[in-house]
């Protein structure tokens, strides 16, 4: 079983500060998030609000050395899964886009998701984000000491997937610390009773991705953008969380 590393109350502390930057930085770019604003100022945005709190942008330059993350957000929109690279792109009405943040701040991450709506989107697309909120909220329901990784997976693949959705298996929560990603890995699809045993003072994000459709992926030739393999919509939502002695807290609150 792989080790995983307990966090003290002094970086516990230190990651309640870098997780209040990215809820932060969420609601400085909220009145950004309208038809006509490109992913690119939506970038700029962020990573001049992370840099004026003095914190780093942890995905900018993230990744191998001949191909790292070339921005501050990661901004996926509609069948993008994940990863998805600002650019000039324009957001349009009834689009939905997952905006996710990392920042290193003081030695330590904090790193949140959060999908937005667009102007007016359909019932059958506000179903599905509404959806992936409930099954982050239900993975982090049961999150205390003694539950197991395998019980967050199976609440959140039983609420998803019993309203008919596909969910994402390539791509995963992490524990997060000094590094962005540790161990474990969240999986949001899994069996109750196995997997780690939860116990006070692991860090972990939950971050599951929810397809309109079916579950499959594609990752397109930029390395770093996936998108669903039947260009069906996409959600997610995040939060970075340590585990207490009574249950949980969310440190990107």
Wanted: aromatic content about 6%; charged content about 20%; proline content about 6%.
């Amino acid at each position: 079983m792989s080790r995983v590393a307990l966090k003290s109350a002094r970086e516990i502390e230190a990651m309640r500060r870098a997780g209040a930057l990215v809820a932060e930085t969420f609601r400085v770019l909220d009145p950004y998030v309208k038809p006509g604003v490109t992913l690119a100022e939506l970038d700029r945005i962020a990573e001049e609000h992370i840099r004026k709190a003095g914190a780093t942008p942890a995905y900018l330059g993230y990744g191998p050395k001949n191909n790292p993350f070339p921005a501050t957000i990661c901004a996926s929109v509609n069948e993008v899964i994940c990863h998805g690279i600002p650019g000039e792109r324009a957001l349009e009405d009834g689009d939905i886009i997952g905006v996710d943040i990392g920042v290193l701040m003081n030695g330590v991450y904090g790193d949140a998701c959060y999908t937005y709506t667009v102007g007016t989107v359909s019932p059958e697309v506000q179903g599905l984000v509404d959806t992936t909120r409930e099954a982050l909220q239900a993975g982090l329901d049961v999150v205390r000491p003694g539950a197991r990784t395998g019980d967050i997976g199976h609440a959140i693949q039983t609420l998803a997937e019993g309203r008919g959705y596909g969910v994402v298996r390539e791509y995963t929560g992490h524990g997060i610390g000094k590094r962005l990603h540790e161990e474990p890995t969240i999986y949001h699809h899994g069996v109750r009773y196995t997997g780690l045993k939860l116990q006070p003072g692991m860090v972990f994000t939950i971050e599951p991705m929810i397809n309109l459709g079916r579950p499959e992926t594609r990752l397109l030739a930029d390395g770093w953008t996936v998108i669903t393999a039947d260009r069906t919509p996409s959600a997610q939502f995040e939060h970075t969380l340590v585990v207490t002695p009574k249950g949980h807290e969310i440190l990107t609150l």
